[in-house]
């Protein structure tokens, strides 16, 4: 069965949501929890803010994999790089090259916009094998991961 791939601007809500209702089947290891899709405003601003960088490959209307980065403007070297926030691919869908072609759509979009740097957090065994297969490298040292909520 054959896909297409977009990415996600304003007008593709639907799209959006349904990706966030079915976010469980995206994940390898079942440990994401649903999550609630966004309100009509918080999601148009989403998709407006260029910024983000969200593709989906779909099949008629259904959303098959997902790539979620983010543009981070930086004061220095190239002025700005991307953090792969997110891939997933749909259970049924998975080795079937759809995680490749989201990486591919991604790299054409760096190329075409001058940015030559994307980092990305990798946290299993799986993960770290899909993005060295796609040139990914891990740094020689590797910080700590913190966070705080307000």
């Given at each position: 069965m054959?896909?297409?791939?977009?990415?996600?601007?304003?007008?593709?809500?639907?799209?959006?949501?349904?990706?966030?209702?079915?976010?469980?089947?995206?994940?390898?290891?079942?440990?994401?929890?649903?999550?609630?899709?966004?309100?009509?405003?918080?999601?148009?601003?989403?998709?407006?803010?260029?910024?983000?960088?969200?593709?989906?490959?779909?099949?008629?209307?259904?959303?098959?994999?997902?790539?979620?980065c983010a543009v981070l403007p930086l004061p220095a070297d190239d002025g700005q790089e991307l953090v792969l926030y997110e891939i997933g691919v749909r259970s049924a869908w998975r080795r079937k090259g759809v995680g490749r072609a989201l990486l591919d759509e991604m790299d054409r979009w760096m190329r075409d916009n001058g940015v030559g740097y994307v980092w990305v957090l990798a946290d299993n065994d799986d993960a770290i094998a899909f993005y060295q297969s796609g040139g990914f490298e891990a740094e020689d040292e590797q910080p700590v991961y913190m966070a705080r909520e307000l």
């Open positions: 054959s896909y297409q791939i977009k990415r996600l601007g304003s007008g593709d809500e639907a799209m959006l949501t349904q990706y966030i209702r079915d976010i469980v089947d995206f994940d390898l290891d079942h440990d994401d929890k649903p999550k609630r899709p966004l309100a009509a405003a918080a999601a148009q601003r989403y998709l407006a803010n260029p910024a983000v960088l969200h593709w989906v490959a779909y099949t008629d209307d259904t959303v098959i994999g997902s790539l979620y």
